[in-house]
């Protein structure tokens, strides 16, 4: 123990000894005990030392005050007076600066040489100096007499005779042999390891170590003294003229041993001595037994004081420090310079080391360890056990940790320049000095065979075990050279080298012809011959003025001749050409080459430069070439070892933080993990090194053991085929930075130079056990420091990133993790974390396709593993991007690739690519093998916020048992809080309210409001998905979403079916109508599908980011260019000019422009409308109600409907823009969730649709109908006040007028075009959506669209195939519906569609829409009509509805990239190409649809039908190629024979003469005119006769076997007589008459047949005549005109019609609101009926008649019969139209007659003539109503 005050120099302290015994010590010797003290010299003390003089080292240049941590003990030693030489020299030895044991066998050899040779006395030492005076005696042994012991009395007399009497001490005298010891190893005995197992002779003389360069023999001691000395004097004059560093350590050891010997003697044996010990400890050794010839070590250490051991370097500095100025009085004041390495141990373990031992660590010791081969992807981990370090090393000052990259470090001692890759020391010379030491230490076994050929070792030492002695030398040789390529291929150089080829000398003597040997010589001299023989021969004969006169050269071989002469001269005169040529001297004469069989000789062991025996050669290839200037070829090159670099090691190495708690001086006395991620391929070497020369022994003793470390190398094993490897990839995009406004992942691989890594990435994990959890510390307590963040200004940079993307192996973002670092190995992480589930391959059941019903996927998981994160951000910082813990909802980080990728794909192929940025991967961005990590839409992150809880989810496919694809990721934020301070700490009252509101509370602060942690908890969740889940995500290949799409097919196939039977068995009529499935399907999916029909005869400088932004920008806004004059050129088709461009008739040009601009306008607000829903089906709200906003949309459709059927006035006008809506808003179903979502909307659609279409829509326009009723009846039941006769009866009129056009619109053939129409719109909108769907993938970038519903490309492939498929499935679900409808309500879908096809097919013109529009058809529905629903019709609503979804897809394309049409100035010329283009494109197709090319059988598009237009042609045809099913073939065959019947032919011509005759012109084209018809004649006058048949409804010619369906011979007679009539075209006057008699006429036929329904419906029960009430078959109703029955009341309100709206007004539904609001009906029985009649006839006696017609009475009724029709008495006015007519057929009828006198009969005649002709009507009614039944 230490008592008392060690600072008072005079007090007496209390030294306990031992046991009960003290001492009493004074303060100075109590400090020297202190100081030897080992508990205080293991117990470190922070001081601070004061700096006064200029810093020479860098990193403290300027610092006035230093910190330092020094011994306790020292403080104590530095008070201790005494000169303890001993404890610097055990400093000195601890820090390698002095070998005290190899001094120790150094001077046990020099003194066993002394004593066995020594012929001399020993020196005369002086008195204060232990060294010769120069003048006189030195008389030591007189001061000392018991300083030494000389050798014997005879030495020690002669030493200094005067010393006798004194007493001299003395030994025995000389030996020459010293025995063995096994516990002592002394000067006199025990072995030194030089000596073999037979004793060293020392009489003999010995070979010495003379200088590091120099081995040296010498005889005796005295000629070794003299020569050590002389070398050491020598020395040290250069030393002290400062040419020299040090003494070389050989000469100092001799010359120290050797001044021990002289000062000490004998008495050396007692002083200087090696014990054996059972401990191994910093200052003992391992010295083999040899006594015990075994392989075992005994260690040995010194059991005396080490004073006797000099040091050269004893109170130097130790190596790698320097003084702080100068002054210096301990060594604690010496500084590491931390630019020299003194010892490097690898930290590789052995599993990886070939050798376990540690390396030596003399200057220019290289790094031989084997380095750490790491492929792409490889994560090394490596954990170093610092735990148990010396307390007072420390890290960066004392040691540090380096990576070298594909190279080594420069050898021990190197100091390298900062600024150049060049060596501040060892200078060059050195250099080649430690090369040459190499190639001395390291030598390879060779063979040569006699005759100088190598031959293989082991093949020489089977020829040698086969052949005898004697024959041996003969034959083979084997010897060992310097291994040059060994040596060559380590750093001794500092700055690159090339060496060309080497080869080691072969020495050859030669047997010359005297029986005598040649000199030996370097074997090479053969080739040197050869090439001087060649050289000398060609100069010979090229006549050199130096030869001239000789005859030199033999002509014949082109060489020189045997002149000696020519010899003399060229060694003369010509021999320096050669020389400066070749680099040598050529031999004099010619060698034999005979290989000297010496292996002594051969290896030359002791050359001092063996790099001087080798032969320097042109090139490997060429050996036989040797070497000439500027000719030669590198073998070898090596970068300068000053080139190789340390790799920048993570944050927490260059930084140190005193660890209070366990009193070291920094925190790496703890397990240290490094990770390596390997980028490329390397090679690295990881090595420890020793920076202070103090700590040599400390730092060899714990890292020399090799056992420190665990290494331990991850490779991706479990994502893919283990043959191909790989491992899925983070993709960051650079456009996602300047997209999002945030700022760049700080984890992103920059160097120290801001660009990116080149090879690999260095971590160092906090949580060591993460990444060797099977690791166990050697220390009791393991020190775990918290993760050190990265300083911000060394992770943050600029985020004008160059680069557009990369790939990393890691997760950008989430950095500074426990157990990873900065850089998260997706590989890693997900395979060896401890909490992951990992299952073996066997037990592995991947996801098959087709197992719908297999069990869910057995694979790997990690479900919620936690690990703590610091946020290395300023998160209280304000930025203007926003940091990625602050995204918003949806946003899209980052990428994974779906696929694991091979290292192949992510390494470089060629030099313009690099690591993470080749081809391959670029491949994979933007499209469906990159999945995006999305922030959650419900959990994001909030400016000035961040999250406590992150939580990244991953989902997976396990495809194969080996092969994984990635599917899914997403990003959640909880736990946030808000890094505002609080008010009381100055935080903004505005941000803190926001968040409030939000309910982000602010973050933990400290006392002075600082964030107390900024860490976060990352948790990870990573599983397979099952069946059902990669369904819905499009993970299986296109065949299994078929069978999916078939059972949906078939799903809403049952649903029709369902609706059809449903009807089928509750339809209330009688004869319901046969099912037409099959044929109904065709008659409405043909027109769609066959689009055309009788095309083809059955014959027959700015960045790129910008110009990539404009590219988009102006490919947008041709679309819209496009959109627009789409819809502009099929607006003219649409509303077409009639004839020749003129307009309809009643229809101006202007009203026609104006329709069209009508129509342009509506479509574009119908396109905002369409658009502001398309960006509304981006939100959240959407997706979210996707089902109830579908049922929306079907109710505001069907309201569109009626609207736009309301504003435009003709439903194909409103069609397409309804097929624009149903497509638009198909598309939006692809905002659903996902796919599932996205069935289930399309089942919800098809299911509304047929809602819709069966009771809805239907419902909805019983509703409009009706409407007008209910108002009446509701106003009539409010207003009940009493009214006026004349308003009651205004009332009734005006709601009869409501019911009959209620009556109208309710029956007839609307409701069935309207239903049509609904199912062509639905039809055509579906077909459009697969093109609407491609158009998505191919502009999928541009528009954006997609991927805001989050679908990327391949997704929408599916999507696409999808549409597709379920179009003939649609087919047969709307078959199905059309014949539920028929069942419904009676509408004959099939008829009607089969009709339409027949017209259309036999239509009059090419544009169907040029026809004659049908009257009887609502005038809304004429045009959509006179399409006949073909496929003109549906060409007309794709087109249409194409120009609306390019122009809005154009449209969505510039609102994404925020595009000004008027700011780019290249707009107009988009405008102008597009426009020409379309234009042009256009025009060549109406070119090439008008007209045949027969070559190529081209019969252009939808050409007339000629010879066509006959019903019983179509029947025939039918039946001739078997269509329609078996059963239906009979009826087809009835309806032909029928249709061949003239009985049924006249029946039908009777009741559909006004349509036949009105649409007749439709029928005959102008071709088919001008040919031939049936009877030989003209076809126009064959047409003549039809359409007088059809006036006259006669009969046409009978056929064999027609029945006789008439018994009267005369209506045979008076039909020939009108088949004999003249056809002579009318012309002039007549022409007139008759076009203006048939326009009345068929006027009139009109609008009788247009009210003849309504006039049915208004039949009362009653008779207004007699008002009596009868039976419903015996009322008639009729028309009434001034309140009486009148025949004629038709015709006086066509004359008021025409009167209030012109002759020229013929629109049928003006004509029947015109009759609802004027006609007055009567009802009438046939009593009254006949009464009337009667009354007619009598008033009609008084008429006048022509004589020639007149009939006497005794004519009977038959002939009565025969009369013509009674003719009315016509009144007229001359002025009218009608009176014109009549007067001007008048006129031509007296014409005709040949002269302008007509008979006029009296009024009487006229009278009776009208009579009779009455007579002859009535009994024609009579025979009519009660006699035969009319068809």
Same mark, same amino acid.
């Given at each position: ?9 005079? +007090? ?41 003089? #200029? ?22 030693? #530095? ?182 010997? #002289? ?36 260690? /040995? ?65 290289? &790094? ?18 610092? %735990? ?240 000439? =200037? ?40 703890? =397990? ?112 775990? +420091? ?72 057995? %694979? ?313 829903? !398309? ?219 089969? /009709? ?105 598009? !939808? ?31 009835? &309806? ?170 013929? +629109? ?5 609101? /015109? ?86 009969? %009296? ?29």
């Amino acid at each position: 123990m230490l008592a008392g005050e060690h600072e008072s120099t005079s +007090s007496t302290n209390a030294y306990y000894v031992g046991g009960d015994s003290f001492a009493l010590l004074s303060s100075h010797d109590t400090n020297c005990k202190a100081a030897t003290l080992p508990s205080l010299q293991q117990r470190f003390k922070a001081t601070v030392k004061d700096v006064q003089n #200029e810093n020479s080292i860098e990193y403290l240049d300027g610092k006035e005050k230093v910190p330092t941590a020094i011994v306790e003990a020292t403080e104590f030693e #530095e008070m201790c007076a005494r000169d303890d030489k001993s404890f610097y020299v055990d400093e000195a030895m601890r820090r390698k600066e002095c070998d005290c044991y190899s001094q120790f066998f150094t001077l046990a050899t020099v003194y066993r040489f002394w004593k066995c040779t020594s012929r001399l006395p020993l020196d005369d030492l002086g008195l204060a100096d232990a060294s010769i005076p120069s003048l006189g005696r030195g008389k030591r042994d007189f001061w000392y007499p018991d300083s030494r012991v000389h050798l014997d009395q005879h030495l020690a007399i002669k030493m200094d005779p005067s010393m006798q009497p004194y007493g001299l001490n003395y030994g025995e005298g000389q030996a020459c042999t010293f025995g063995d010891s096994v516990n002592l190893i002394s000067l006199v005995e025990g072995r030194i390891p030089h000596e073999s197992n037979e004793h060293v002779d020392y009489s003999s003389g010995i070979s010495l170590q003379f200088t590091s360069t120099n081995f040296t023999a010498f005889r005796t001691y005295s000629e070794l003294k003299l020569q050590i000395r002389e070398e050491y004097g020598q020395e040290h004059e250069q030393l002290q003229a400062g040419s020299r560093d040090n003494i070389d350590p050989f000469v100092y050891d001799l010359h120290a041993s050797i001044q021990l010997i #002289e000062q000490f003697g004998q008495k050396l044996e007692h002083l200087v001595y090696l014990q054996a010990t059972n401990e191994t400890s910093t200052k003992s050794i391992e010295v083999v037994d040899w006594q015990s010839n075994s392989t075992a070590s005994n260690s /040995f250490e010194f059991s005396g004081s080490l004073d006797w051991c000099a040091c050269q370097d004893l109170l130097k500095c130790p190596n790698g420090t320097v003084t702080n100025g100068e002054g210096a009085t301990s060594i604690e004041e010496c500084i590491s310079t931390k630019d020299e390495v003194l010892h490097r141990i690898s930290l590789l373990p052995p599993t990886v080391l070939s050798s376990t031992t540690s390396p030596p660590t003399l200057e220019g010791t290289v &790094d031989d360890s084997p380095s750490l081969h790491l492929e792409p992807y490889d994560v090394a981990v490596l954990t170093i056990d610092q %735990s148990m370090l010396p307390n007072n090393l420390t890290y960066g000052e004392h040691y540090r940790i380096s990576v070298y990259d594909g190279c080594k470090p420069c050898p021990l001692r190197y100091q390298c320049s900062t600024e150049t890759s060049s060596c501040l020391d060892p200078p060059v010379t050195k250099q080649y000095e430690h090369l040459n030491q190499c190639l001395k230490d390291n030598r390879k076994m060779v063979c040569l065979l006699a005759d100088g050929t190598s031959e293989d070792v082991e093949k020489c030492q089977k020829i040698l075990n086969e052949t005898d002695a004697s024959s041996r030398n003969q034959q083979v040789l084997i010897f060992s050279e310097p291994d040059i390529q060994t040596c060559l291929s380590r750093p001794y150089f500092c700055s690159h080298s090339e060496w060309n080829f080497l080869t080691f000398r072969r020495l050859c003597q030669d047997s010359l012809p005297n029986g005598k040997l040649s000199a030996i010589y370097d074997c090479a001299d053969v080739h040197r011959w050869e090439v001087y023989s060649q050289w000398r021969d060609k100069l010979c004969c090229s006549s050199v003025p130096e030869l001239r006169g000789i005859d030199s050269c033999d002509e014949v071989q082109s060489v020189c001749t045997s002149n000696p002469l020519i010899e003399d001269i060229i060694r003369d005169k010509l021999i320096g050409i050669f020389e400066s040529d070749n680099d040598y001297v050529p031999p004099v004469a010619r060698p034999l080459g005979q290989l000297l069989m010496s292996t002594t000789m051969q290896e030359n062991i002791r050359h001092n430069n063996p790099l001087e025996l080798f032969n320097t050669w042109q090139s490997p290839s060429e050996t036989g070439n040797l070497q000439k =200037p500027g000719h030669s070829q590198p073998w070898i090159q090596n970068d300068g070892c000053c080139e190789c670099r340390s790799h920048p090691m993570p944050h927490f190495f260059h930084s140190s933080h005193i660890v209070s708690a366990s009193g070291y001086p920094d925190d790496k006395h703890q =397990p240290i993990q490094i990770t390596i991620s390997a980028l490329e391929t390397v090679d690295v070497s990881i090595a420890i090194e020793l920076l202070h020369g103090r700590y040599y022994a400390e730092f060899n003793d714990y890292f020399g053991t090799m056992d420190k470390s665990s290494l331990r190398i991850h490779y991706p094993k479990r994502f893919a085929d283990e043959s191909i490897g790989g491992m899925w990839l983070s993709i960051v995009e650079k456009s996602t930075f300047d997209n999002l406004d945030l700022d760049l992942p700080l984890n992103l691989p920059f160097s120290t130079d801001n660009d990116i890594e080149s090879r690999l990435l260095l971590d160092r994990p906090s949580n060591h056990s993460i990444g060797s959890p099977k690791f166990q510390s050697l220390g009791d307590v393991t020190v775990l +420091s918290d993760t050190t963040m990265d300083p911000f200004h060394l992770v943050s940079h600029d985020s004008r990133w160059s680069h557009d993307f990369i790939a990393l192996p890691y997760l950008p973002f989430l950095s500074n993790c426990d157990g990873y670092d900065s850089h998260i190995s997706l590989s890693r992480l997900l395979e060896e974390h401890p909490d992951c589930q990992t299952v073996d391959r066997d037990k592995t059941v991947p996801t098959r396709e087709y197992s719908f019903w297999g069990k869910n996927p057995i %694979s790997d998981a990690c479900l919620g593993i936690i690990l703590k994160c610091t946020y290395e951000e300023k998160v209280t910082e304000t930025r203007s991007n926003l940091r990625w813990f602050e995204a918003s909802p949806k946003s899209k980080l980052f990428y994974i690739t779906r696929d694991p990728v091979s290292a192949q794909d992510f390494s470089p192929v060629s030099d313009n690519e690099k690591w993470g940025r080749t081809r391959a991967l670029d491949s994979l961005r933007n499209s469906y093998d990159a999945i995006p990590v999305s922030v959650d839409k419900d959990l994001a992150g909030h400016r000035h916020a961040i999250p406590k809880h992150v939580e990244l989810e991953l989902k997976y496919y396990q495809v194969t048992k080996e092969r994984k694809r990635f599917v899914e990721a997403n990003l959640f934020f909880s736990d946030l809080c808000t890094t505002q301070a609080p008010r009381n700490f100055g935080g903004s009252h505005d941000i803190l309210d926001m968040m409030n509101e939000r309910g982000i509370l602010p973050c933990d602060i400290d006392i002075n409001g600082v964030i107390k942690s900024q860490s976060y908890n990352l948790e990870i969740h990573y599983y397979p998905l099952p069946w059902f889940d990669l369904l819905n995500r499009f993970e299986f290949n296109q065949g299994i979403y078929f069978v999916f799409y078939t059972l949906i097919a078939l799903v809403i196939c049952s649903i029709g079916g369902f609706v059809y039977g449903t009807n089928r068995i509750l339809t209330k009529l009688r004869h319901p109508p046969r099912f037409m499935g099959m044929s109904l399907l065709q008659l409405i999916s043909r027109p769609q599908l066959e689009g055309m029909r009788g095309a083809w005869s059955d014959k027959g400088k700015i960045d790129a980011k910008t110009e990539v932004h404009n590219s988009m920008c102006r490919l947008g806004s041709a679309l819209v260019v496009l959109g627009f004059f789409t819809l502009y050129r099929t607006t003219q088709v649409l509303i077409p000019n009639k004839t020749g461009g003129s307009t309809p008739q009643g229809q101006s040009e202007g009203s026609l422009t104006s329709k069209r601009s009508h129509f342009l306008w509506i479509s574009l607000v119908i396109e905002a409308i369409l658009m502001c829903v !398309w960006e509304f089906s981006y939100s959240e709200t959407f997706k979210n109600n996707l089902f109830r906003f579908k049922v929306l949309f079907q109710m505001v459709q069907i309201l569109l409907d009626l609207i736009l059927s309301s504003i435009m006035g003709d439903r194909l006008l409103a069609a397409p823009l309804l097929v624009s809506i149903q497509m638009a808003e198909m598309l939006i179903t692809c905002g659903a969730h996902n796919f599932v979502d996205f069935t289930l909307v399309f089942l919800l659609e098809v299911a509304l649709n047929v809602f819709q279409r069966l009771l809805l829509y239907p419902l909805i326009k019983t509703i409009t109908v009706l409407w007008p009723r209910w108002k009446i009846l509701v106003s009539r039941a409010v207003n009940n006040r009493e009214l006026t006769i004349e308003a009651k009866k205004q009332r009734e009129l005006e709601f009869k007028s409501v019911n009959e056009e209620i009556e109208l619109r309710t029956e007839g053939i609307e409701p069935l075009l309207d239903s049509l129409s609904i199912y062509s719109m639905e039809k055509t909108g579906g077909m459009l959506l697969p093109f609407m769907c491609l158009l998505l993938i191919l502009l999928y970038r541009e528009t954006e669209m997609a991927s805001r519903y989050n679908i990327n490309q391949h997704d929408l492939l599916y999507y696409c195939t999808f549409a597709f498929y379920m179009i003939p499935w649609m087919s047969i679900v709307d078959s199905l519906v059309l014949s539920s409808q028929e069942l419904l309500y009676g509408w004959r879908m099939h008829d009607y569609l089969s /009709f339409q096809r027949w017209r259309f097919e036999n239509r009059a013109n090419m544009w169907n829409l040029l026809s004659q529009k049908d009257d009887g058809v609502s005038r809304s529905l004429q045009n959509m009509d006179l399409l006949c629903f073909s496929s003109q019709y549906y060409f007309i609503l794709t087109l249409i509805s194409i120009g609306f979804g390019t122009n809005m897809l154009g449209l969505t394309i510039c609102l994404r990239k925020r595009y000004n049409f008027l700011a780019d100035p290249v707009f107009p010329l988009v405008v102008a190409i597009v426009i020409l283009l379309s234009e042009l494109i256009a025009r060549m197709c109406i070119l090439i649809s008008n007209n045949k090319v027969d070559a190529i059988c081209w019969n252009g598009i !939808w050409r007339v039908a000629e010879g066509k237009g006959v019903m019983d042609d179509v029947i025939a045809a039918k039946l001739a190629i078997g269509e329609g099913r078996q059963e239906d073939l009979e009826e087809e065959r009835h &309806d032909l024979t029928a249709l061949n019947s003239d009985s049924f032919r006249r029946k039908f011509i009777d009741k559909n003469r006004p349509w036949i005759l009105q649409h007749l012109i439709q029928l005959v084209t102008p071709r088919s005119l001008q040919s031939t018809g049936p009877d030989n004649r003209p076809l126009v006058d064959y047409i003549r006769d039809v359409y007088s048949d059809l006036q006259t409804v006669g009969e046409g010619k009978r056929r064999p076997g027609d029945a006789d369906v008439s018994s009267d011979d005369s209506s045979d007679d008076e039909f020939e007589m009108r088949r004999q009539w003249e056809r002579t075209p009318l012309d002039g006057s007549r022409l007139l008459i008759a076009q203006i008699w048939l326009q009345k006429a068929r006027k009139r036929r009109v609008f009788t047949s247009t009210i003849s329904g309504i006039i049915d419906k208004r039949k009362d029960d009653h008779c207004h005549s007699c008002y009596q009430t009868c039976s419903y078959e015996s009322l008639t109703v009729g028309l009434a005109w001034e309140g009486d029955y009148s025949t004629s009341a038709i015709d006086n309100l066509i004359h008021l019609f025409e009167d209030n709206y012109g002759p020229e007004e013929c +629109s049928p539904d003006l004509w029947k609101a /015109f009759f609802r609001k004027h006609a007055l009906f009567y009802t009438i029985c046939n009593d009254c009926t006949k009464k009337t009649h009667k009354s007619s006839r009598v008033s009609a006696l008084h008429k006048t008649m022509r004589p020639e017609n007149v009939s006497s009475d005794e004519e009977t009724d038959s002939q009565a019969e025969e009369d013509d029709a009674a003719m009315e008495m016509i009144i007229f006015d001359p002025a009218t139209t009608e009176g014109t007519m009549l007067s001007r057929w008048l006129c031509a009828a007296r014409d005709k007659l040949g002269d302008n006198t007509y008979p006029r009969g %009296s009024v009487d005649s006229t009278h009776l003539y009208l009579e009779q002709l009455r007579r002859k009507s009535d009994r024609k009614a009579r025979k009519k109503e009660f006699g035969e039944v009319d068809i």
